[in-house]
């Protein structure tokens, strides 16, 4: 079974592609047959300057996100990176808000552009995997049982991606003990949820440790 993902292909109805000719100033040097994906709201706007640019690259998140194996995916992430190093971090703040909505669809390219913007960030991947994890149990809650298994096997390869850019990150460990449990695999669920306690716990200032200590021993 192919990988789940809550699209089909009809998204990229939404996109054209052209060639910019080369007396127009552009912000990043491309070879002279590349094509630029745009909306089709975009160009029939018929944009210009910073604005046809911010749709350019806001066309290039849109196909990265939905279609991580498209064949112009690295030239669209050479692009995305020259044009605007600050990207992956809005990107993971705008999935946030999105996930925060339950429009997990959105959240979920969203944090998959920032993926393979730059693969090294936890906080994407961490992203990414809470988002499929999410969905999963929704899929789930509606009988869809192997669309669900499909997304807790994606949100746990994100998630174990996120803590091993970042063996701190507890939050993740908690989450994948939880998909564990969902996947019927107790004893892989036990060693994550209790080594997200400890993660945990290890980052309690002293005195809040001694405190909840002294709680117990109550």
């Known amino acids: 079974m192919r990988e789940y993902q809550p699209w089909d292909d009809s998204w990229q109805d939404q996109l054209v592609y052209i060639m910019v000719p080369y007396e127009i100033d552009m912000p990043v040097e491309v070879p002279s047959d590349f094509a630029y994906p745009i909306f089709l709201g975009a160009f029939e ?15 290039m998140v849109y196909v990265i996100g939905h279609q991580p194996n498209h064949k112009d995916v690295p030239s669209y992430i050479k692009w995305l990176n020259s044009y605007n190093s600050d990207l992956v971090r809005e990107l993971i703040y705008d999935g946030a808000e999105q996930a925060s909505k339950d429009s997990l669809e959105t959240a979920m390219w969203l944090f998959q552009a920032a993926v393979l913007l730059d693969p090294q960030i936890a906080e994407a991947h961490f992203n990414l995997g809470l988002a499929y994890y999410q969905l999963g149990l ?3 809650k ?3 049982k192997e669309e669900g298994e499909s997304c807790f096997n994606q949100a746990t390869q994100y998630l174990e991606n996120a803590v091993e850019l970042d063996p701190q990150l507890s939050l993740a460990y908690y989450n994948l003990g939880f998909i564990h ?3 019927g695999r107790q004893d892989e669920s036990k060693k994550c949820i209790e080594k997200g306690i400890l993660l945990g716990l290890d980052k309690l200032p002293q005195h809040e440790q001694g405190e909840n200590s002294n709680s117990q021993k109550e």
Do not use: E, R
């Open 142 to 144: 509606k009988g869809k």
């Open 181 to 183: 449990k969902q996947m």
């Open 138 to 140: 929704s899929l789930i």
């Open 45 to 59: 706007k018929k944009l210009g300057g910073d604005d046809f640019w911010k749709a350019i690259a806001g066309a």
